[in-house]
Structures are given as C-alpha cells and as structure tokens.
C-alpha cells in the first residue's frame, strides 16, 4: 500500500488564470503547496498533476509532475490518471491553491484510511460559525452520521432547523473542506461513472460516490485554511505565511 498525495495544478482559472505559478512571498503558489505536503508523513509520494506544459516546467526544479490529458471534466479524474494508483493505495487529492494546507490533517486523513478498509474515501469539515456562511451558497455544508461519516453535502443551509433560527454552537453545522483521500480502487470506479443528477443539481463531484454507495469518512477540524481564489487574496494569505515562517511553527488545527 502507498500513499500519494496528488495536487492538480491547471492554468486555466477563470478568477486568476496562471494561479499555480503566481509569486507568494517570493515563490510560486503551488511550490507552497509541495512543500507543505511534504511536511506530511504519511505521503510516500507527492505529484503535480498538471496538462500545462509553463507548469510543469517550472514545477520539475522542485517536484515530481505528471502530465495529464487537457480535457478533464474534473480534478478527480486529473488525480486519477496523475497516480495512477493500485487497488489498495490511498490517493490523497490536495488543493493546489491551499498554500496553508495543515500536513497534519493529510496525516490524518492517510490514517482514518488505514484505520478502517470500509471508508472508500475520506474528506474534512470544519465548524460554521456565521449565518453568511452558512447562507452561502459557495460553502459546502455535511452533515454526518454517527459514525463519522457523510450523510450528504449541500450547498445550502444543511440541516434545516424547522422552527427558529439554526444554533451555531450546537455543532450540527459543518463547512466541507475540499480535500479528499480516495481508495485506489474506489477512485478508478468513480472516475469511470457518469455524474448523477443529484451531483448535477448541486454541482458536486462527492455526491457522486454517494450516490453510488461509498462510505465517506470525514475528519473534522478547527483549521478553515485560507485558499487563493483571486489576486485580492494574495496578501492576506502571504500575510499567514510570513508570520509563520516568523515563528518557525506550523499550527495544527485538528
């Protein structure tokens, strides 16, 4: 069994095109994102999964790259060619925008895995702490079962509380993190099923498995993660960065 850790990095960005390459406190966004999956333990491996070839040249001085198809309906399916994985490897799927991604949460996400072979992926989730937040329909919401697992995600308010205003403190409202470990076997069968029309209607890849049956493991955490969407976002996460390269400490917030 391995555990690769995949991050798909494309140019093509509709709110920043050329986002993987832009300079965040001197070196480009997605050598953030290598280095601090590196810093994970349990990765045996760690690709850049790109189609672009400004990419992968810049991305080959400093990381191991795969080169994928450019006509990828999704990240999934770049991730899946990317690893190329085994039945019994663990894939896990890193944002290439998440500079600030906390290796520890890829360490657990890796071991919730081998914990339990019936998981056939694991995700994250974090609390909702404001009403536009979870009002929002650009912040996923979960709810979970009792063992951990997801019950289903939504782009709206999940649940619904019938009579009165939902209680953020109660801990039933949760913001779905966008990271995701696979089973290799799981993820070769996704990858080659249609999207559903659950997935269609709410424009989510995780309904998907789902909808097929899969047991989704979620790992909950204090950390939000700060992710560069556009350039107005730079400062404020080149901001995070040098105060921790200041402390010398990566904080973990599971």
Known sequence: MRVIGVIPSRWGSTRFP???LYPICGKPLVQWVVEAARRATA???????????RIADAVS????VAMTRADHPSGTDRVAEAARPGDDDIVINIQGDEPLIDPA????????????AGWAMATAACPIRSMRDLEARTVVKVVLARDGGALYFSRLPIPCRRDG???????LYLRHLGIYAYRGAFLKRLVQEPPCLLERAESLEQLRALYLGARIAVIQT??????????????????VLRQKMGSGIQESGI
């Open 18 to 20: 050329g986002k993987s």
């Open 43 to 53: 990765l045996d491996e760690v690709v850049v999964a790109t189609d672009d070839v």
């Open 61 to 64: 001085g400093f990381a191991k």
């Open 105 to 116: 949460l890829i360490d657990a996400l890796a071991a919730r895995m081998k914990a339990d």
């Open 165 to 171: 205003e939902p209680d953020l403190a109660s801990g």
């Open 222 to 239: 204090e950390d939000l993660g700060v992710g560069v969407d556009t350039p107005e976002d730079v400062p404020a996460v080149e901001t």
